[in-house]
């Protein structure tokens, strides 16, 4: 199984290869949509200091993918 780093530089790698909008719009269902990548990371079990700590490791390669996300959208727009 991959691990959340490795995960969050896949994203990060495939959205700047991205050459148009749509393909970005694909990129972005396969790790933040509701069946994406990600998801598999979600915090669901374990002590709740276990699940604090997952869910806020959760939470930043989310946010991280998110901030990648919104750049690559902005570079392809100033490209047009």
């Known amino acids: 199984m991959e691990d959340l780093e490795s995960l969050v530089g896949r994203a990060l ?3 700047g290869e991205t ?3 749509a393909a970005l719009e ?3 269902a396969r790790y933040l949509g ?3 990548a990600l998801n598999v ?3 669901s079990g374990g002590t709740p200091e276990e ?3 997952a869910g806020g490791a959760y939470n930043a390669a989310k946010q991280r993918i998110e901030q ?3 750049a690559r ?3 392809l727009a100033c490209a047009r």
């Open 73 to 75: 959208r902005g570079e």
């Open 51 to 53: 699940r604090r700590a």
């Open 13 to 15: 790698r495939e959205f």
């Open 41 to 43: 990371f979600r915090p």
């Open 68 to 70: 990648a996300l919104e």
């Open 26 to 28: 694909d990129a972005k």
């Open 19 to 21: 050459g148009d909008a």
């Open 34 to 36: 509701k069946s994406g």
